[in-house]
């Protein structure tokens, strides 16, 4: 679904991401961990093709994006759901939802969307800039599903979110995966990213430093411990 | 007397409301683009220009109100590509190019249109008696076509796809273009709206203004000023404070010299931007 090879990339003169390799198989659900810093944002920018300064070649779903308009990435079915929610805080809720869409649907076109997330129906007409934390993540998740994407990349989803409506998020990605939609998931928190996810790859100082199923982690301390620097509660 | 400032109250509302329309141009550019189009009154002026020259060859003036925006939103169109957006990213050569843009349009006008200013003839030719005066009625017309054109711009905004992707590329570019927003497309979009919004201005204005090179540089001034009292990037501000700075100045220029006008309208700027840096009509407090 997603191949990466040999992704570098810049921010002016440093070298963030130096040669990072690594694939999603279609309908997989993947994890990128490692600490903060070590380029896992700029990844996922750089897969979307934000990052100007970025080389190597990204393959989604058999095509070549190399080349291809940052624009016209989200219509060929990749989306993302970015660290920080980034909403567009002056737009409503329903202007959010529908804004990558050419044509607004009516309201009765988003029912699948609403069944989902359904505190996003009471709230259409309000700013998104006045959605409470979690209600912002349901609606970054939601914008990005009403494009009917084939691949998810999740940018620490559950960041800042108060441990209750964390596992409401966990069990979304994975029902989201299990519609058949690939997940790349960035998270710090290790035991989310190794219940949704198959597979594990760790990051560090812009590359890949480990592959392995999710199980692996779970199992072997020392590769959290090494890699991640925390012990696995 | 109470005749008179009746009078000047309505000339200031209709020239106010002209403003309003420059000035929202501006500020969509500015807003979206960080650029500072020091041209931006020069179109005005051109605009003005292009409906004289409408009513020269073709002795119908109506026909400017379609085409002259046609043409300010093309010409829009390739400004953007050809002299904003090879300095995107430097806000001070952005100022230089769009200064060196603004004596091009002058210096032009002035090659070819000519030194003298020039007036065109009342194109409604009636009058109207309104506190005692006879006013005429073509004032009241424009200040009804500006007024619709602003409503028709603010529906625009917040109706259309094309307008939310405008507000949703100013908040958050990066964002916008993952979601699928052609950004790039939006910018050159929004400037071609700001241009025709400015050459419409210079449409609805060139009856009751005389018509001339030099005509951009009193309502640049008036815009921006309009653009900071009224808070960067709110535009509803921005149109009302155009149009209470040109009653005000309409009303002091009466009775005194129009300088003396524009110095009250830069005290005023002045006293908003200590009291309420963020405009006047923002929150106090947010
Ligand atoms: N806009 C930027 N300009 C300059 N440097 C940046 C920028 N964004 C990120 N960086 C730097 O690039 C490196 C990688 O950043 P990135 O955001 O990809 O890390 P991350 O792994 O996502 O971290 P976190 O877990 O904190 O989100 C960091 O050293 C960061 O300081
Ligand atoms: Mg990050």
Redesign the interface.
């Known amino acids: 679904m997603l191949k990466v090879e040999d992704l570098h990339a810049y921010y002016g003169k440093s070298h963030v991401l130096r040669g990072v390799n690594l694939h999603v198989k279609p309908g997989e659900a993947v994890g990128l961990l490692g600490r903060n810093g070590v380029g896992k944002t700029t990844t996922m920018?750089a897969i979307?093709r934000?990052m100007p300064s970025a080389s190597g070649h990204v393959t989604f779903d058999g095509a070549p994006l190399d080349g291809v308009?940052?624009?016209?990435?989200?219509?060929l079915g990749l989306g993302?759901v970015?660290q920080g929610r980034?909403l567009?805080?002056?737009?409503t809720v329903y202007?959010n939802l529908c804004?990558?869409l050419?044509?607004?649907p009516p309201a009765e076109g988003l029912s699948d969307i609403f069944a989902r997330f359904p505190r996003l129906k009471e709230r259409l007409t309000q700013l998104a800039g006045t959605l409470s934390g979690g209600e912002q993540q349901q609606l970054a998740i939601a914008?990005c599903l009403v494009?009917n994407p084939k691949m998810i990349l999740f940018d620490e989803p559950t960041e800042g979110i108060m441990p209750k409506l964390v596992a409401q998020i966990r069990r979304q990605i994975r029902e989201i995966n299990k519609t058949g939609i690939s997940v790349l998931l960035v998270e710090q928190n290790i035991k989310t990213a190794i219940e949704i996810c198959d597979r594990i790859y760790i990051m560090e100082k812009g590359e890949i430093c480990f592959e392995g199923p999710a199980e692996a982690l779970k199992n072997d301390q020392n590769i959290v411990h090494r890699y991640l620097g925390v012990a696995l509660r | 007397m109470y005749d008179l400032i009746g009078v000047l109250l309505l000339n200031g509302l209709a020239w106010g409301l002209i403003i309003a329309l420059i000035a929202l141009g501006l500020s969509i550019i500015f807003g979206l683009l960080d650029f500072i189009n020091i041209a931006h009154g020069d179109l005005f002026m051109i605009g003005a220009v292009l409906a004289w020259t409408t009513v020269d060859v073709t002795g119908n003036f109506w026909i400017a109100f379609v085409l002259v925006p046609l043409i300010g939103f093309a010409a829009g169109c390739l400004i953007e590509r050809g002299v904003m957006r090879p300095v995107e990213n430097s806000p001070a050569l952005s100022i230089v190019a769009s200064f060196g843009l603004s004596l091009i349009l002058q210096e032009g006008v002035r090659a070819t249109f000519g030194t003298t200013p020039k007036r065109l003839m009342d194109p409604l030719g009636v009058t109207v008696e309104l506190f005692g005066f006879q006013y005429e009625a073509y004032r009241l017309l424009a200040a009804l076509i500006a007024a619709l054109a602003i409503a028709g711009f603010f529906l625009f905004l917040r109706r259309t796809k094309l307008g939310t992707w405008m507000r949703a590329v100013r908040q958050d570019r990066e964002m916008a273009i993952a979601m699928g927003v052609p950004a790039d497309r939006i910018f050159m979009f929004t400037f071609g709206i700001g241009a025709a919004m400015a050459m419409l201005g210079g449409v609805v204005a060139a009856p009751i203004t005389s018509v001339e090179f030099r005509l951009g540089l009193d309502v640049l001034p008036l815009c921006f000023i309009a653009v900071i009292i009224g808070g960067l990037g709110n535009l509803p501000g921005t149109a009302a404070a155009a149009v209470l700075l040109a009653v005000m100045e309409g009303l002091v220029s009466a009775f005194a010299e129009p300088t003396t006008a524009r110095i009250v309208s830069l005290v005023v700027m002045s006293v908003v931007l200590l009291v309420r840096p963020n405009g006047l009509f923002a929150p106090a407090r947010r």
Do not use: H, N, S
């Open positions: 920018k979307m934000l308009d940052p624009f016209r990435v989200a219509p993302i970015p980034r567009f805080p002056k737009l202007e804004l990558g050419a044509k607004d914008r494009m």
